[in-house]
C-alpha cells in the first residue's frame, strides 16, 4: 500500500444503537393498503415486500456482512474537498495491472464484491496469474462512504478528475478502468482526461441511448438488435419514474429515502426487479439476496439514498448543461449547481487538448441479456476494440454473473498489458 499521507486505513463500524433502530423501523412499519392486483405491474408487490422486509429485520445479518466487507482493505482520501472512500485490495502477483471498477445507480462497491478475488488472485479461480488485477473500488460522491456530498457537487467530468488523482496518489503509473451505469460514462470521461495513464476502458451498463434523447428507431436492426431497442423503447414509456424524480426533485424524495428503511428497500429493489435478467422472475433469483440486502443497508447506514438522489440531480444538470453548450446555449451552467460545479468550458477546452496528445485508450463493452447497448448506436463509427453480447445476466452483471464479467475483463486487458 502507498505510504501518501493523504489516504487513511478505514473501518465500517456502524454503531449497535443504528443497527437495532433498523430493525424496529421494519418492525414498526406503516403498510399501504393492497391494490386488487398485488404483482409488480405497479410496483414493488406488497405481499413480495413485507416477506423480504421481515428477513431483513430478523434473518439478515449486517454484522456478518459488515465483517465480510471489512476483510477488504479500506480507506478514505478527500479529493477537492470530496471525501472518497475505497476498497484497495492489491494482488499478490507482481505483474498484476492495476484496474479502477466504478459503479453506478442503485449500486455501490458492495456490486463487486463477488469480482474482486477473481481478479486479485486469478489461478485461486480458475484463471493464469498473467491475468491478476491490483483492484480498487471507490463509492461515487454521495454514495455509501463517500458522504456527504463535497462542496464541487456531482458530475462525471469531476469524478473522473478525483479518480485520475486517486490511481496517481495510490502511485499506479498505467491501469485499467472498468464501469458500469452511470460509472460507465466516469470510465469513459478517465480514457479522455487521463489518456497518458488509461491503458483502456471496459463499459458494461450501456444503453441504446441517452434517457430522454426519444425512442430508438428498429429501421435496419438485426432481430436482436430489435429487442434490445423494444426494451429500452419500453422503459421510455414506463420505467424512468425514478429518474425524473430524483433528477428534478430529489429533496422531495430525500425525506422518504432517509425517514424510512421500507421505502429505501422498495426504491432499490424495483430496479433489481426490472434490471436483472429477465429470465429470473424474482430479485434473488438474479441476485444473492443477502448481497442485495448488503447493499440496501449501506445506503440506509450512510443516509446515501439522499445525497445519492441529490449526485444524480446534479449530474444530470451537468449533462443538460453540457448539451446546451455543444448547441451553442451558452454556457455550462444553467443554474446555482453550475457555480459548484467542476465541469466548465475551460474545463472541456483542457480536456479536449489533453486527448489531442494522446493516442485514445482501447474501449470495449460486455452487453448482457438484459441490456439495451446497440453497437450501430453506441459505436457508428466501428472504433470499440471489443463488443462481446451475453444472453445471461443483466444490469448487475457483477453481481449476477461475476464469472461471466470476469472472463471478459481478463479477455479484453490481457493484450494492453
Known sequence: MTTNTNIQPFTIEIPQHEV????????S??????????????????????ELAAYWADGYDWR??????????????????QRIHFF??????????PLILTHGWPGSPVEFQALIGRLTDPVAHGGDAADAFHVVVPSLPGYGFSTPLGPAGFNLFGVAQMWAELMSRLGYERYAAHGTDAGSGVTGMLTMIDAAHVVGAHLAGVTASAPFAGPVSTDGLSESDTKRAETFNRYLEDGLGYLVSQSTRPQTVAYGLNDSPIAQLAWIVEKFAEWTDPDKKLPEE?????????????????????SSAHALYEGMQAWKAMLAQQSGGGDWGGDDNA??????????????????????????????????AIKSLVDPAGAMSHWVEYDQGGHFAAMEVPELLTADLRAFFQPLR
Open 20 to 27: 437495532d433502530d433498523l430493525k424496529l423501523r421494519l418492525q
Open 29 to 50: 412499519a406503516r403498510w399501504p393498503a393492497t391494490p386488487a392486483v398485488d404483482d409488480w405491474s405497479r410496483g414493488v408487490p406488497v405481499g413480495y415486500l413485507k
Open 64 to 81: 456478518a456482512a459488515e465483517a465480510e466487507l471489512n476483510a477488504i482493505p479500506q480507506f478514505t482520501t478527500e479529493i477537492n474537498g
Open 88 to 97: 484497495h485490495q492489491q494482488s499478490a502477483e507482481p505483474n498484476a495491472l
Open 286 to 306: 438474479a441476485v444473492d439476496r443477502d448481497q442485495l440486502l448488503t447493499n440496501v443497508s449501506l445506503y440506509w447506514f450512510t443516509e446515501s439514498g439522499a
Open 339 to 372: 457555480e459548484s460545479s467542476e465541469w466548465s468550458a475551460d474545463d472541456s477546452g483542457d480536456a479536449a487538448a489533453a486527448w489531442g496528445q494522446f493516442t485514445p485508450p482501447p474501449t470495449g463493452v460486455a452487453v448482457f441479456g438484459a441490456e439495451t
